[in-house]
């Protein structure tokens, strides 16, 4: 059931490749302005990375954040809104099936969209392989897997598409402008950042970079959003089930 | 009499299996309580109507039954499990159509089927239910552009996948024009003909007195009837009443002593007559044997409209607050 429900989730995207090209476009945009603009910066402000990599490592976690706040939600909420999510429910579609699979999407869609990132910052910016390969992608993984659960909770929960929407545009800048898809972080008050660092988005970009600037895995980051996954998986499918 | 007749034949026929029962069903949303005291049995392979205006609470009833909304008390039985806590196991026995849902905009119908037919716990015959519901035509097209008669039959093949011994359809023929409804119908009595138990929910007179054997009206809440249409409307629907009109000065005054008849006036050349439903062709016979023979002789027997207004004091297209 979530083998086949995931492939049509993934049909369904395709057949809305508009929807698609424009959630790759903004953050490979941002990134490639961003990169551009702060090639010659680096240092302690930037995280101990050159501009480039600190704003390439950022949009990496941006695509991740911004399905997980935004397109997830609202592509659920918008389920429930238009009454599919009760049509799966007396069909007896198992809830969690319908978190699994739009889980996988998010994850194909991050996947895809840092594929291209990373290829694009090489061609442009001959940007260095990360220190550890391996420690990014687990990262990435436990990233995914955070914000699947994020995203699925949010669209659980949320009555409609546009508060979905809404509600995303706002957890996903109030959070990834302040962690370094904006300004660095370094420019902002110690206070701030200790707090910023600990929203989903901060753990996301801390366990991204610090492998990928040699400092090893970020444990307490990465062990953090799996306990987000978990808890956020198990909360959307005990909501989807419930009457 | 007849009416006794023939609701002891139907019982023969239909077999005293109890699919669903409901006994004094409550369900209240914060103070508003929208279902007050239901009680009703379905019995096996019959079509059961709930019929009631827009807000007598047959939908939150049959969201019960599906343990899509729990229950505040009462008992309630589907196929022998409780809806509250068997949700599951019961939805993968009974096919369902539901008001106001829909399906991704560009799923398409042979997509749609697939999909639900893997939801279903025996193993289903895709392309054989398209045949069935005459699909296959459709197979490529995205549900959102299906015509509402389109969605409807598609939604009548996703609830019977697998056979399910019941299926519960609510509003199946809202917002259908009337070729579309017409040709629901039909689909239904291809599901009543392969043995399946069905619970109707409408708000259409005319779909619950073509379509089903028996029909709980329902008002305000609470079943206020429960009974076949016949039987409905012979005891709640008032008299039979019949119009013709004469010429020449006749009286109708000789109609009072034909046995059911109740009344016979006169008013400019027509005549009215009311009595019990039997009047009718004794008024006819009496007729002729007088030498009179009217040319527009019509009966206007009383409908589950008229059940509905003399039971609930209003007609069936109001909506009613509960």
């Given amino acids: 059931m979530t083998r086949y429900l995931t492939w049509t989730e993934v049909k369904l995207l395709g057949r809305e490749p508009l929807v698609l090209v424009l959630t790759l476009m903004f953050p490979l945009l941002l990134m490639v302005m961003l990169a551009a603009a702060f090639s010659k910066h680096g240092g302690p402000v930037f995280a101990n990375l050159d501009g480039t990599q600190f704003y390439v490592t950022a949009y990496l976690g941006a695509s991740i954040a911004m399905m997980g706040f935004m397109g997830t939600p609202s592509h659920l909420a918008g389920y429930r809104e238009r009454g599919v999510l009760r049509r799966f429910r007396a069909a007896a579609i198992p809830s969690g099936a319908v978190v699994a699979s739009q889980a996988a999407v998010l994850a194909l869609l991050a996947v895809f969209a840092a594929a291209v990132m990373l290829v694009l910052a090489y061609l442009m910016f001959d940007i260095p392989a990360p220190a550890s390969a391996a420690g990014v992608v687990v990262a990435f993984a436990a990233g995914i897997l955070a914000f699947g659960g994020i995203g699925t909770l949010l669209g659980s929960i949320l009555p409609g598409a546009r508060s979905a929407q809404g509600l995303g545009l706002l957890l996903f800048f109030g959070t990834f402008l302040l962690v370094g898809g904006g300004p660095p972080p370094g420019v902002f008050p110690d206070a701030l950042n200790a707090v910023t660092s600990w929203t989903p988005t901060g753990l996301l970009l801390d366990a991204i970079r610090s492998p990928w600037a040699g400092d090893g895995l970020h444990v307490p980051a990465t062990v953090t959003l799996l306990l987000i996954s978990a808890a956020t998986f198990t909360l959307a499918t005990r909501r989807l089930s419930r009457n | 009499m007849l009416i006794a007749e023939e609701s002891s034949g139907l019982e023969d026929q239909l077999g005293t299996d109890t699919v669903v029962s409901v006994a004094d069903l409550h369900k209240a949303y914060g103070r508003t309580e929208a279902v007050r005291g239901v009680s009703f049995e379905v019995r096996r392979r019959e079509i059961f109507g709930i019929l009631g205006s827009n807000g007598a609470g047959k939908t939150t009833v049959v969201e019960i039954l599906q343990g899509l909304r729990d229950r505040t008390s009462g008992e309630v039985s589907v196929l022998g499990l409780d809806p509250a806590r068997e949700k599951n196991r019961l939805r993968r026995g009974i096919g369902s159509q539901l008001q106001s849902s829909a399906l991704p905009d560009r799923l398409r119908v042979g997509e749609a089927v697939t999909l639900f037919a893997r939801a279903r716990h025996t193993p289903v015959d895709v392309a054989a239910t398209m045949t069935t519901w005459g699909l296959t035509p459709l197979r490529d ?15 009548v093949a996703l609830a019977l996948l697998g056979d399910p011994e019941l299926v519960l359809l609510d509003e199946l023929t809202t917002g259908l024009d009337p070729s579309a409804r017409h040709a ?8 009543r003909e392969r043995g399946t138990t069905v619970v109707l929910v409408t708000h259409f007179m005319d779909e619950a007195e073509t379509l089903c054997d028996r029909v709980a009206v329902m008002d305000r809440g609470q079943v206020v009837a429960c009974d076949t249409p016949a039987a409905l409307t012979a005891h709640h629907g008032g008299p039979v009443t019949i119009t013709f009109s004469t010429t020449d000065g006749y009286r109708p005054d000789h109609l009072l002593a034909v046995p ?3 009344s016979a006036t006169a008013r400019g050349g027509q005549v009215t007559v009311t ?4 009047a009718a062709v004794r008024v006819a016979a009496a007729l002729v044997e007088r030498g009179v023979s009217p040319v527009d002789y019509r009966t206007h027997y009383p409908s589950l409209e008229d059940v509905f207004l003399s039971m609930t004091g209003h007609r069936l297209s109001e909506k009613v607050s509960s």
């Fill in chain 2, 260 to 262: 059911g008849v109740e």
């Fill in chain 2, 184 to 191: 629901t119908w039909d689909l239904l009595h291809q599901v």
């Fill in chain 2, 275 to 278: 009595g019990e439903s039997a």
């Fill in chain 2, 141 to 155: 097209r995205a549900f959102g552009s299906l015509s509402g008669g389109e969605q409807q039959r598609l939604f």
